[in-house]
């Protein structure tokens, strides 16, 4: 064996080590793809159903919500109801109990003596004890 016929084989044995060398390299970046292709299977699987169950919680929510909406048109009416009913009942019996109060205050003013004269004769009273009330003949006007 001649000196470049070593050489050649030296230079081949080098070479071989050098590709097993990086070989081992991409082998392992192999099973690294290979993790990741059965985690993102494993995420795939584990996706779909809970896409499915969150589309589900979706509907259910919506259809509650139609119902709450129902109950608050429901309870909107009912409120309108109570209010006109309200003011039905304070424009029925309200009238007749102002005129009533009148009737009475009238009434008790004939029995106990009273006269209409003493209405300007009280105003004259709170006048000289509180100063003139407005609309009296007692008032300064400009």
Same mark, same amino acid.
């Given at each position: 064996?001649?000196?470049?016929?070593?050489?050649?084989?030296?230079?081949?044995?080098?070479?071989?080590?050098?590709?097993?060398?990086?070989?081992?390299?991409?082998?392992?970046?192999?099973?690294?793809?290979?993790?990741?292709?059965?985690?993102?299977?494993?995420?795939? @699987?584990?996706?779909?159903?809970?896409?499915?169950?969150?589309?589900?919680?979706?509907?259910?929510? @919506?259809?509650?919500?139609?119902?709450?909406?129902?109950?608050?048109?429901?309870?909107?009416?009912?409120?309108?109801?109570?209010?006109?009913?309200?003011?039905?009942?304070?424009?029925?019996?309200?009238?007749?109990?102002?005129?009533?109060?009148?009737?009475?205050?009238?009434?008790?003013?004939?029995?106990?003596?009273?006269?209409?004269?003493?209405?300007?004769?009280?105003?004259?009273?709170?006048?000289?004890?509180?100063?003139?009330?407005?609309?009296?003949?007692?008032?300064?006007?400009?």
């Amino acid at each position: 064996m001649t000196g470049g016929e070593i050489a050649g084989l030296l230079a081949a044995g080098v070479f071989a080590v050098l590709v097993l060398l990086l070989a081992v390299p991409i082998l392992k970046l192999g099973k690294v793809f290979d993790e990741l292709r059965l985690t993102i299977r494993s995420l795939n @699987n584990e996706t779909v159903p809970l896409i499915d169950e969150v589309t589900r919680t979706v509907s259910t929510t @919506n259809s509650q919500l139609e119902k709450v909406d129902g109950i608050t048109t429901n309870v909107s009416d009912a409120s309108a109801n109570v209010s006109a009913l309200s003011s039905l009942v304070a424009s029925t019996v309200g009238q007749p109990l102002i005129k009533v109060a009148a009737f009475s205050h009238g009434m008790r003013r004939a029995f106990t003596g009273g006269t209409a004269a003493e209405g300007p004769e009280r105003a004259g009273r709170f006048a000289a004890e509180n100063g003139p009330v407005p609309g009296t003949p007692g008032e300064d006007r400009p």
